[in-house]
């Protein structure tokens, strides 16, 4: 794992220039890679590459990057782990290569000497973010990871071509404007992170998913994806699983297992996350059963019970007989976080759930340089709770003919603290502070009559027509989740449409985000075996009875965890990652939060709507709604804008 960079001013540039920018751009990285960094410039190509490095594979200098080919005509810097380099490396035994160490670097660059870069990408397994430059054809070529694992954002701003692991690698350069791309804050506004193929300034781009971008002389850029989640879904529907179910949960059972021991080559020490849900066990139960010592495992609790799953986590380690550490942290030292976060994530980033993210990492990192996580079950395997919310709603929605506005009404006339009180008294009945929250979510989604529409509305935090207005010359343009029209196209099920748009967007742009900048903050490489292509793809074939049956999500992965962990263990409500958001902001973080959202330039230069938020404000505050994730997206924007942008 490591933080790469790279910038092109054109022939014959001022060398001095081009060493010192790409200089301060890779320093900007140091977090991404402790262990040693290195830049490599031609002046007179106007080129210039970086790398700060996190050493997993060969530590020795003969996995330093920039990297040279063996024939000299290309240099590669990279970001990530490939899982198969070793399969490719005998792949080359013909070749007669000197092969100067054991890195995977090495193997990828090799590969691409030979075969190019199309038919190499294709051939890897793992998470990469891969710059090469051909001296040759004097052509830069950048390549992401097939599901988005590791970022790459690149930009072209005055004449000139850059690149970065992070936007902070972007700004340190000075290479773009500070100008905010009012697209992206519309995205932003609705689903609390920024999408890829965009970012939050007007002049950068994320590199989207499984594509490859060819830039040539004169700076002329060209893009293609090289996978896809639609072409995945596609080869599913048309090869799918004839045999019967047990043979289906065996051979992903095998994939899983080849999945993860792949991931547990490294020559530094290796750990896992495990929080005791069903992905997390399920990986941590692999990994043990072809371990000849006890995983190391670390889990994370908080001092309340609707968020602490630690004591979970520690009966699942006992059972697989892991080396089990626990952090319990107390809401101080959450807290204590918050104020980082608008560095950590350079772009303006809601997920309050990367508050434990970045805790357990760091507890992590104390101990080992790698840790595997269950990050990307609920995706492909049907495991949110949201997806049985949308086709509940969904029947309901088609069962009221006409009228729906005025249920949607009724059902809001009553605050979430009414409706927890009056259920609370039905005979029976436990009422729970979540449920009111829930009838005000979903209530306004009943007058909603196209199903992917009320799950776009289901996702979103705010309405951006509501809350931006429209800047004479600064056109807003609005986003559509990815993968929307390919589900209308196909005429999927709406639990299918809902986890081909979530593949595409929100694991990539939301959960893979957040475990990225959350890790590397710590210098820790997190790997993540359930988002392999190969099981993306397998998943695709299945029986959809397999993924979600009833109200039962994750069928599969349940019946292959139950192998090694006793049923009782695993069948509990989902509770999530998360944190006390709603009561924080209401206590501890009122202040800070107050203040944020008071801040006139949010208003001023990012034309937001005041009197919307500050009536939002206060009716949180008073306990008549809870507007906690609404009112947090708003101030992690409002932080990230007095850090980035003042």
């Excluded at 320093?27 to 997993?56: E, F, K, T, Y």
């Excluded at 196209?450 to 935090?461: E, F, H, N």
């Excluded at 196209?489 to 986890?499: E, F, G, I, K, P």
Aim: proline share 4%.
């Amino acid at each position: 794992m490591c933080g790469i960079t790279g910038l092109w001013l054109g022939r014959n540039s001022d060398g001095d220039k081009l060493r010192d920018t790409i200089t301060r751009m890779t320093a900007a990285l140091l977090h991404r890679g402790p262990d040693g960094g290195d830049v490599w410039c031609d002046s007179d190509a106007g080129l210039a590459l970086g790398q700060r490095r996190l050493a997993i594979i060969d530590l020795s200098d003969a996995g330093k990057q920039p990297m040279h080919s063996a024939d000299g005509r290309y240099v590669m810097v990279y970001n990530g782990e490939v899982y198969n380099a070793e399969d490719l490396r005998a792949k080359l035994a013909g070749e007669n290569i000197v092969w100067r160490g054991h890195s995977d670097s090495e193997v990828i660059l090799e590969c691409m000497a030979r075969w190019g870069v199309r038919d190499t990408v294709k051939r890897l397994i793992g998470m990469f973010a891969i710059a090469l430059w051909d001296k040759k054809t004097g052509k830069l070529t950048l390549v992401r990871d097939r599901l988005g694992i590791k970022p790459l954002y690149w930009s072209r701003y005055d004449g000139n071509i850059a690149f970065a692991s992070e936007l902070k690698g972007l700004i340190a350069g000075n290479v773009i404007s500070r100008e905010v791309n009012r697209t992206a804050l519309d995205a932003y506004l609705r689903f609390g992170y920024v999408p890829s193929g965009h970012s939050i300034y007007a002049h950068a781009k994320m590199l989207q998913p499984g594509h490859i971008l060819e830039i040539a002389g004169e700076g002329h850029a060209s893009e293609f994806a090289y996978w896809s989640v639609e072409d995945a879904v596609i080869s599913g529907q048309n090869h799918h699983w004839s045999g019967d179910d047990q043979s289906a949960i065996d051979a992903l059972e095998d994939l899983l297992r080849d999945a993860v021991e792949r991931r547990m080559i490294a020559d530094v020490p290796l750990g896992a996350f495990l929080s005791g849900g069903i992905d997390s066990s399920t990986v941590v139960a692999l990994m043990q059963s072809v371990s000849d010592r006890p995983v190391k495992t670390y889990s994370i609790g908080f001092d309340h019970d609707a968020y602490n799953e630690a004591a979970f986590a520690g009966e699942v380690a006992k059972h697989l007989g892991t080396d089990h550490t626990e952090l319990y942290v107390t809401a101080k030292d959450a807290l204590d976080l918050v104020p980082r976060l608008s560095e950590i994530y350079d772009e303006p980033f809601f997920d309050s759930s990367s508050i434990p993210t970045c805790l357990i990492s760091a507890l992590t990192r104390k101990e080992v340089t790698v840790a595997l996580s269950g990050d990307g079950g609920d995706e492909t395997f049907g495991g949110y709770n949201r997806y049985l919310w949308a086709r509940q709603i969904s029947n309901i929605a088609k069962n009221i003919p006409f009228g729906s506005s005025l249920v949607s009404k009724g059902l809001m006339a009553l605050s979430p603290g009414q409706w927890d009180a009056l259920i609370g008294l039905v005979p029976g009945k436990r009422g729970t502070a979540a449920l009111g929250d829930k009838i005000h979510k979903v209530a306004p989604l009943l007058s909603i009559r196209d199903d992917l529409d009320r799950y776009q509305a289901l996702l979103s935090l705010w309405n951006p027509d509501v809350l931006m207005a429209d800047e004479p010359g600064r056109p807003r343009k609005k986003f559509r989740i990815p993968g929307e029209k390919f589900c209308r196209n196909r005429n999927l099920d709406h639990v299918s449409a809902m986890q081909v748009m979530d593949t595409m967007m929100y694991m990539v742009d939301d959960v893979l985000t957040k475990v990225d900048r959350a890790s590397m903050a710590s210098s820790l490489e997190v790997r993540v075996p359930l988002i392999d292509h190969r099981v993306i793809e397998f998943g695709w074939r299945m029986p959809a009875h397999l993924k979600l049956d009833g109200s039962v999500g994750k069928v599969a992965l349940r019946r292959i965890l139950y192998k090694y962990v006793p049923r009782e263990l695993i069948d509990r409500p989902k509770t999530g990652f998360g944190v006390p958001l709603a009561e924080w902001l209401r206590g501890p973080l009122k202040e800070w939060v107050g203040d944020l959202l008071a801040r006139d330039a949010l208003y001023s230069d990012l034309g937001l709507n005041r009197a919307e938020i500050d009536k939002r404000f206060a009716e949180h505050l008073s306990g008549r709604k809870n507007w906690a994730n609404q009112l947090w997206a708003i101030a992690m924007l409002s932080d990230w804008q007095r850090r980035w942008l003042s």
